[in-house]
């Protein structure tokens, strides 16, 4: 899986920044597995539109919270993924 995509900051003071982001998120899969004598396989490739959003937020001058989150697929490349994420930095 590879993804590219860009944000914009929609919001910015002192301690946090809002951004949207837009891109694309690029799958290619190759799987196997063998039961018993017989093996199976799958190989497939396709690329999703993405969109999302990540939220930072410094707590002190050390310790800053980052939030991302986003959506894609809309039965372009597959019907529907996402991701979440939460960082302590």
């Known amino acids: 899986m590879t993804s590219l995509g860009a944000g914009f900051a929609v919001y910015e003071d002192e301690q946090s920044r809002l951004e ?3 891109g ?5 899969l190759d799987v196997s597995t063998t039961v018993l004598v017989r093996t199976f396989s799958a190989d497939q490739t396709w690329t999703d539109p ?6 930072s937020r410094a707590l002190n001058d050390r310790w800053s919270v980052t939030a991302i989150g986003n959506i894609g697929g809309f039965g372009y490349g597959s019907e529907l993924q996402w991701e979440a994420l939460a960082q302590a930095n």
């Open 20 to 22: 949207a982001i837009a």
């Open 24 to 28: 694309l998120r690029h799958w290619d």
């Open 50 to 55: 993405l969109v999302g959003a990540r939220y």
